[in-house]
Every structure is written in structure tokens, then in C-alpha cells.
């Protein structure tokens, strides 16, 4: 079954909000959401390379990542991390170089669904309705659909049992 990702973004409130299953256990998600060398796998859409800046997922902690399209264009995202991270869930910062003062506050909160099954909702709070409506048109839909599949194949291989 192909999991799909569910998008929500209301009317005259600068809201995105997105749900998606993993058929994974929280933990497993949480590592790939949070370790480096696993996030550069998986994020961002299909052919694009990714280079790790960083990423200090910790209160206060920075991240910044840049995208490399096959043509060698750079698209680079940068935040911080608020609160205390953790499986339950975080709070970052979001912004695209490309834009910079577009900052959006994005919350994940990964829920446990049992047998080894996990919900990741995503809601990101962006500072007018039309950055809202420009990320939207942006394509995000689709880098964030190819990602998640990658997702899923990563998530298969973390589950397996090392010999």
C-alpha cells in the first residue's frame, strides 16, 4: 500500500498542515528525522543532492542545508530548533536563502499508532496567507511527496536487523 500525504491548508489562515503514515516504528522516524546522515537521504525531491550544513537538533540548535538541482543550481534552507526536541515532537524555524524574512514556526508531532506504525503531523504557521499561497505554489507538494518516499525505503532498511 502507498502511503499518502495529506494536506491541509485553510481558508484566510496562514496554515499548512500535513499528515502522513510510516510503516515504521516512532523511534525509526524520529532517527531519520533527526540524524544528519539520514535526513540528506531523504529530504528534499527526487535528483536533487543534499548537503548537510548542519544540524544541532537540540534547543537552540541551528540547521542549514542546501539543495543541488542537476543543473548545479543551490537552493540553501536554514533554521533553529526551539524547545526541547524529542520523539513526541519539535518546534523549528524555517527559511529559504532564496527569500530571506520569510520565516515560517513548523511544528512535528510523530504519534506511536502500534504495530510498529507511526502518524507524522506537520503544522507550519507562516507570517502572511500570500507566503503561505507562495510556498504552496512553490511545489512543496511534490519535493515533499518524492522525500517521503525515499522516506519509506529508508525506514524499510533502518528496520532490518543487522547481522
Do not use: C
Amino acid at each position: 500500500m502507498m502511503a499518502t500525504t495529506k494536506t491541509s491548508a485553510p481558508t484566510g489562515v496562514p496554515f499548512i498542515d500535513l499528515t502522513r503514515e510510516f510503516d515504521a516504528p516512532r523511534d525509526v522516524v524520529w532517527r531519520a528525522w533527526t540524524e544528519p546522515e539520514l535526513v540528506r537521504q531523504w529530504l528534499g525531491p527526487n535528483g536533487y543532492e543534499m548537503v548537510v550544513d548542519e544540524y544541532d537538533v537540540r534547543d537552540g540548535g541551528r540547521y542549514r542545508y542546501i539543495h543541488k538541482d542537476p543543473q548545479g543550481n543551490e537552493y540553501a534552507f536554514h533554521g533553529v530548533f526551539h524547545g526541547t526536541p524529542s520523539p513526541d515532537s519539535f518546534v523549528q524555524t524555517f527559511e529559504f536563502e532564496g527569500a530571506p524574512g520569510h520565516v515560517s514556526l513548523e511544528k512535528l508531532v510523530l504519534e506511536d499508532l502500534g504495530g510498529g506504525r507511526t502518524r507524522a503531523s506537520m503544522h507550519s504557521v507562516y507570517q502572511t496567507i500570500e507566503a503561505r499561497d507562495a510556498m504552496i505554489a512553490s511545489g512543496m507538494e511534490t519535493g515533499l511527496n518524492e522525500g517521503f518516499a525515499r522516506l519509506d525505503s529508508l525506514l524499510e532498511s533502518l528496520k532490518q536487523p543487522v547481522h
